[in-house]
């Protein structure tokens, strides 16, 4: 099955700085990666995916670029603010099988005003 | 739309004990999925189901149990509970068609076995 692998666990960064958070992933069917959002006792949401016939797509501050050759996706946010401090998922899911998403263990994002 | 909804939102049980995590969605979706997380990890997919009447395991099934009688409804049954199973619980469901859509998350339910 998918295994997907995160990196960092924590991350600090200050206030107007970028944040990178990469992700590895071992199936090469997956074709669908998108990125979760969790703050403190909250559920997670969405806030960016992106497609494997697509490498790079971006929202605002945030993006997301995929290299499917070396099977890792990265998550992108510039201009950091202290309300993006939160708790970030990345994921995986392929085409055939398991029709569900496996998760990355997170990383804790701490945003320093 | 109400989206997903769990209940209950907290439950303490004690080692042995029995329940049913309730989930329902009002979206229409075809599938649904229950993971869990426990304290500082990622969710681990329990159960999941692309319908009414076909359930499937997911990684981590052993303890649990799941129906899907309804397109609405996706509930799951701890029959002997123990402390390993102390966590939190999300339901999701998503919409037809090609797998790539996004989840929608229930707030979770935070179980305690003691």
């Known amino acids: 099955g998918e295994n997907v692998e995160q990196h960092p666990s924590t991350l600090s960064v200050q206030e107007g700085d970028s944040a990178v958070i990469k992700c590895t992933y071992s199936d090469s069917a997956s074709n669908y990666f998108p990125w979760y959002k969790q703050e403190l006792g909250k559920r997670p949401q969405l806030i960016i995916d992106?497609?494997?016939?697509?490498g790079e797509k971006k929202d605002q501050r945030i993006a997301v670029t995929l290299n499917k050759t070396a099977k890792h996706f990265s998550l992108h946010i510039t201009e950091t603010q202290p309300e993006d401090s939160a708790v970030y998922f990345c994921a995986a899911e392929g085409d055939t099988g398991r029709r569900a998403l496996t998760f990355g263990s997170g990383t804790r994002l701490q945003v320093q005003p | 739309n109400a989206g997903v909804t769990q209940t209950p939102k907290f439950r303490i049980l004690k080692i042995g004990q029995s329940m049913t995590l309730q989930c329902t969605q009002d979206m229409n979706h075809n599938y649904m999925y229950w993971y869990r997380q426990d304290p500082g990890m990622g969710l681990k997919l329990i159960y999941y189901s692309v319908g009414a009447g076909i359930t499937d395991k997911g990684e981590v099934p052993n303890g649990y149990n799941v129906s899907r009688s309804t397109t609405e409804d996706f509930p799951l049954r701890l029959e002997l509970a123990a402390p390993s199973q102390t966590s939190v619980y999300f339901c999701?469901?998503?919409?037809?068609?090609?797998?790539?859509?996004?989840?929608?998350f229930g707030n979770g339910t935070r179980l305690t076995v003691t």
């Open positions: 999701a469901s998503g919409r037809d068609g090609r797998v790539n859509s996004p989840l929608h």
């Open positions: 992106i497609r494997s016939n697509v």
